[in-house]
Nanobody, 121 residues
Framework: QVQLVESGGGLVQAGGSLRLSCAAS????????MGWFRQAPGKEREFVGA????????YYADSVKGRFTISRDNAKNTLYLQMNSLKPEDTAVYYC??????????????WGKGTLVTASS
């Protein structure tokens, strides 16, 4: 079993940057493909981006492509999401999740509890 804890959320002005982290409890972290998802107030949770086991392959939602970058450090059991050029519509609770499958499936195996990102206009 893998426990995931997100951090790094906060309040930032539109156009600014934040980096989220997701710390995994297990050394098996390196076996999992990882994803970032978000849920804005009153909306359903949506996919943001994903990275494979080695970090050599990534893909993103069109809404964040070119602005957000996913990376991972398997030695530190940590996943990252670098968010640049933030927009008010990026405001949401951001979740990391783990899955054995690649590309990611609809049913992720493990989820974190989320961290809130607020981009003010």
């Amino acid at each position: 079993q893998v426990q995931l804890v997100e951090s790094g959320g906060g309040l930032v002005q539109a156009g600014g940057s934040l980096r989220l982290s997701c710390a995994a409890s297990s050394r098996t972290f390196r076996r999992y493909a990882m994803g970032w998802f978000r849920q804005a107030p009153g909306k359903e949770r949506e996919f943001v981006g994903a990275i494979n086991w080695s970090g050599g392959s990534t893909y993103y939602a069109d809404s964040v492509k070119g602005r957000f970058t996913i990376s991972r450090d398997n030695a530190k059991n940590t996943l990252y999401l670098q968010m640049n050029s933030l927009k008010p519509e990026d405001t949401a609770v951001y979740y990391c999740a783990a899955d054995f499958s690649w590309p990611l499936t609809d049913g992720m195996d493990y989820w974190g509890k989320g961290t809130l990102v607020t981009a003010s206009s």
